[in-house]
């Protein structure tokens, strides 16, 4: 039950950071083009990290990994959350935390336990 409970909050945050950051650029911009840029920046590092992080995800211990990868997440997404409340955030520097967050969330992929592994 807490795997369940603990997948589904995972994968909410994660699909409300995919919106919540384009729309805080779009929020702070008004400009097409660094919401582009943010988008485009947290999926772009699927396409590099994504063949190697299985290879990566069954040579260490899954556990760990995930635990490294949630703890490297939640250190970003408060940073960011205190840097946007401060008002240090602005369209250019949208794309750093949005591309951190992208490159921790392909490794977390695979190792993150399915519904039907134990």
């Known amino acids: 039950m807490f795997l369940w409970l603990s997948n589904l909050c995972n994968a909410s945050a994660n699909w409300f950071q995919q919106f919540t950051i384009p729309w805080l650029v779009w929020d702070m911009s008004h400009s097409p083009f660094w919401v582009g840029i943010a988008a485009g920046m947290r999926s772009f590092p699927f396409l ?3 063949p190697l992080a299985g290879v990566f995800a069954d040579r260490v211990d ?3 990994l995930v635990l490294v990868i949630q703890t490297t997440m939640a250190v970003v997404v408060f940073a ?5 409340l401060q008002g240090y955030i602005i369209p250019p520097t949208t794309p750093r935390p949005a591309c951190t967050l992208g490159s921790c969330t392909r490794p977390r992929s695979p190792s993150s336990p399915g519904p039907c592994m134990p």
């Open 48 to 50: 590099f990290i994504g």
């Open 62 to 64: 899954r556990r760990i």
């Open 80 to 84: 960011f959350a205190v840097a946007v």
